[in-house]
């Protein structure tokens, strides 16, 4: 922390989610209030399961929480995935004391409420970092010595700079970048099912993936095996526009006709359906100007195909705290530096969980191709093909910008 600044320093974060929140750990532990501006009435997640690999991990222990997230994640034993046609499985990938022994972190899965949670108990204690709920940023504007916030009831908020974590359809990106989000066609339904309706052949300790024609499943257990995540994709027959609504039941099994009945009585089981269209954007080569900069979905929101949503937000959070920690409290300075580590590694992130969902959907011959991708292929070499991704290291993140 500096003490060459006769002033608080302060900045305002917009948008109180997993990305957010971690922002706002980032920056408090520098030294730097922060005003965390949410639209919502709580602060809080909706969503199911996600995926922590190695990385996210390492992130966490950055920020002071990653025992807390231990504590609330199921440690998988392999993650796998199946042909949804006949059944077999194509590749399965040790995620256990060997994954642990390489990349020094472990692989897990988890509530989305529960990893926001456990970085939402350390904002809270945090002397530094203040809540409104409420408050929808709706323009900002910056001069000289600092930026201005203006919300929907036109109230105005001020600090030394801000930073965007208000997701897909983020304020703060419009208000730099102004491009469009690309609506990917694909549909995605989330489900959580409690473990005495799970079909028992399907109770693995693993994330599963089923890859079938033009869609594909996923299942693994959250919260101590009490219940299980269940995600469906495919391919929509409609013309899309990114959002959030209630699921039909009717719809996912028009989209699974042909599905091996092994993973097909899993559609049966869900009560509800939350009902994702999906959307990403190209990635841009600038995403910072001046004392504004964005992080998470609002940089650069991602296809779910690598599960790296939120491992790359909570990455950027982490490499935000340690640019401005290098800048000395020069936010112009630090938010370059940050934009010019992170851009590339979430851009190739980005890239790579297109081509792997057109890997996880593939058909006819394309299918055979991808079922005989690695046939042979050593665990050690698994890992050392994946360390681009889950190997990152707090320690490291701003090696490539220096």
Known sequence: MSNTHPHQRRVIVVGGGIGGLAAALALARQGIAVQLLEQ????????AGIQLAA????????????????SRA???????????????????????????AHFGNPYAVIHRADIHLSILEAVREHPLIQFRTNTQVKTIAQDETGVTVIDQHGERYRADAVVGCDGVKSAVRDALIGDAHRVTGHVVYRAVVEADNMPPDLK?????????????LVHYPLRGGQQYNLVVTFHSREQEEWGVREGSKAEVMSYFEGI??????????????????????????RWSFGRATVLGDAAHPMTQYLAQGACQALEDAVTLGAAVAATD???????????????????????SAREMGRIYHAKGVERLVRNSLWTGRM??????ALHWLHGWRAQDCLKDAL
């Open 40 to 47: 919502a009435a709580q602060i809080g997640e909706i969503g």
């Open 55 to 70: 990385n996210a991990f390492n992130a966490l222990d950055a920020l002071g929480v990653g025992e807390a997230a231990r």
């Open 74 to 100: 199921v440690f998988t034993d392999f993650m796998k995935m199946m042909d949804a046609i006949d059944g077999r499985e194509i590749v399965r990938i040790d995620v256990g004391a060997p994954y642990r």
């Open 204 to 216: 693995i300790n693993a994330p599963v993936v089923w890859a079938g024609p033009h869609c594909h």
């Open 260 to 285: 091996h009945p092994l993973p097909h009585q899993m559609l049966d089981r869900p009560t509800s359906w939350k009902r994702w269209a999906t959307a990403d954007r190209d990635p841009v080569e």
């Open 329 to 351: 409290g020069d936010f112009e300075a630090a938010f370059a530096l940050y934009e010019k580590a992170r851009i590339p590694r979430t851009a190739r992130v980005l890239y």
């Open 379 to 384: 665990q050690a070499q698994f890992y050392d």
